[in-house]
Nanobody, 126 residues
Framework: VQLVESGGGSVQAGGSLRLSCTAS????????MGWVRQAPGKAREGVTA???????TNADSVKGRFTISLDNAANTLYLQTNRLKPDDPAMYYC?????????????????????WGQGTQVTVSA
């Protein structure tokens, strides 16, 4: 299984980025996937997750600003980030759980994820 992220970059506060995660060797159909971020010196944080029937869960810190979505035809997970804040900069990782660990209602803990991408960096300038 390989997860490859792209779309990170540097934007001004208030700006937007669309992160992508293309999977190979893993199907996004009815999948449990999510985005996890980690900033230097901080704990890893689950940002958002999507369950097998499209239910999503978002961290309070990103509600109303970030949206997770799947394109099963492209086998790709997306994270649309809007109104980026100075608290948002981090390495953003795409993660996926195998079907046996997939839950109907996704949670933000990363304990069920066993597949991880290499990360894409998001930087926000004031």
């Amino acid at each position: 299984v390989q997860l490859v992220e792209s779309g990170g970059g540097s934007v001004q506060a208030g700006g937007s980025l669309r992160l992508s995660c293309t999977a190979s060797g893993y199907t996004t159909y009815r999948a449990c996937m999510g985005w996890v971020r980690q900033a230097p010196g901080k704990a890893r944080e689950g940002v958002t997750a999507i369950g097998p029937f499209g239910t999503t869960t978002n961290a309070d810190s990103v509600k109303g600003r970030f949206t997770i979505s799947l394109d099963n035809a492209a086998n790709t997970l997306y994270l649309q980030t809007n109104r980026l804040k100075p608290d948002d900069p981090a390495m953003y990782y795409c993660a996926a759980a195998p079907s046996r660990l997939c839950t109907m209602i996704p949670d933000l803990s990363s304990t069920n994820y066993i597949y991880w991408g290499q990360g894409t960096q998001v930087t926000v300038s004031a």
